[in-house]
DNA sequence: TGCCAGGCTTCAC
DNA sequence: GTGAAGCATGGC
């Protein structure tokens, strides 16, 4: 067990934000979550101090660069110009929504199962690759199963993989993780690569776009410039901004802000609240 | 029952 | 280079 003190952390808001699939709040402020190859709980206590399950050690190894709880949130936030009002209301909601340092390859699988996916399917088919081709392993009394390394996914036939719902993004899955797998595409050279090089390189893969990528980029390396453009930011940028959103203004950090205005404008619903 | 979902690929033009 | 069609399936 180790206690620590974090401002600007909202776990469920974090947890459903739909940058990752396998946290799940507990309704109390706490969440748990299965990554990087371990299952770790997170109880909420008052005035921002959270109770980590974990050895102190795994916390300063492990989920403290997780959470990203060396970046500072607030500073993003104060920099959101006053007079964009769609901005400072999808931040005051998003207070406390931090982008996790998830895995590159998980990120990247999870994002080329998303498309036309909503957020509950893609947690389900996550979860169902993870139990049938992920490694089995125990946490206290508790059984998981870590995500499935890139051989695992790869030596599996299209069939077997389609079993999870995948339905026409199986072929898409299989290829990346042969790709992967194989060593013809490596995920850890690629993190040494600029922005623009990282975009044109994981867009080869098969199955991954421009949004994908981005997602990737956001998530799996913690590119914060990265903004991915779904369905709702679209409609955002359209209806709010008139497709001339000040990414200049934000430089460097965009992505934290367009996760922000994702989360909101799911919360208003796709009227974005104009109805 | 019908519509939509954190889109990508392919193929005309 | 641009735009439209087609794609499998689950959740609401």
């Known amino acids: 067990m180790h206690q620590v003190l974090i401002r600007d952390l909202n776990l469920s808001l974090?947890?459903?934000?739909?940058?990752?699939?396998?946290?799940?709040?507990?309704?109390?402020?706490?969440?748990?979550?299965?990554?990087?190859?371990?299952l770790l709980r997170v109880e909420s206590l008052p005035e921002d101090r959270y109770l980590f399950h974990c050895h102190a050690e795994e916390y300063v190894s492990i989920w403290e660069n997780y959470f990203d709880t060396g970046t500072d949130y607030a500073r993003f936030f104060s920099s959101v110009d006053p007079g964009d009002s769609f901005l400072t209301r999808a931040v005051t909601f998003a207070r406390g929504l931090r982008i996790l340092r998830q895995e590159p390859w998980e990120?990247?699988?999870?994002?080329?199962?998303?498309?036309?996916?909503?957020?509950?399917a893609i947690r389900h088919a996550v979860a169902c690759l993870s139990e049938r081709f992920g490694v089995e392993k125990?946490?206290?009394?508790?059984?998981f199963h870590a995500f499935p390394s890139p051989s695992a996914l790869a030596e599996q036939g299209p069939e077997r993989l389609g079993a999870c719902a995948l339905g026409y993004r199986t072929s898409y899955v299989h290829r990346t993780a042969i790709a992967v797998a194989s060593g013809?595409?490596?995920?850890?050279?690629?993190?040494?690569?600029?922005?623009?090089?990282?975009?044109?390189?994981?867009?080869?893969?098969?199955?991954?776009g421009r949004k994908v990528a981005a997602c990737v980029m956001l998530f799996g390396y913690h590119r914060l410039n990265a903004f991915p453009v779904d369905v709702w930011i679209d409609r955002v940028l359209k209806r709010e901004y008139s497709d001339t959103f000040?990414?200049?203004?934000?430089?460097?950090?965009?992505?934290?802000?367009?996760?922000?205005?994702?989360?909101?404008?799911?919360?208003?619903?796709?009227?974005?609240?104009?109805?």
């Open 107 to 120: 990120t990247l699988i999870s994002f080329i199962i998303s498309q036309r996916k909503s957020i509950p």
């Open 184 to 208: 013809k595409f490596s995920l850890e050279a690629l993190a040494g690569a600029g922005d623009a090089e990282m975009l044109e390189s994981l867009m080869t893969l098969p199955g991954v």
């Open 14 to 38: 974090t947890a459903e934000s739909g940058q990752c699939f396998r946290m799940h709040p507990d309704g109390k402020g706490g969440c748990q979550v299965i990554a990087r190859g371990r």
């Open 138 to 143: 125990t946490e206290g009394d508790q059984v």
């Open 246 to 275: 000040p990414f200049n203004r934000y430089e460097g950090f965009a992505g934290v802000l367009q996760q922000c205005m994702f989360c909101y404008a799911r919360s208003l619903g796709p009227s974005c609240g104009t109805d």
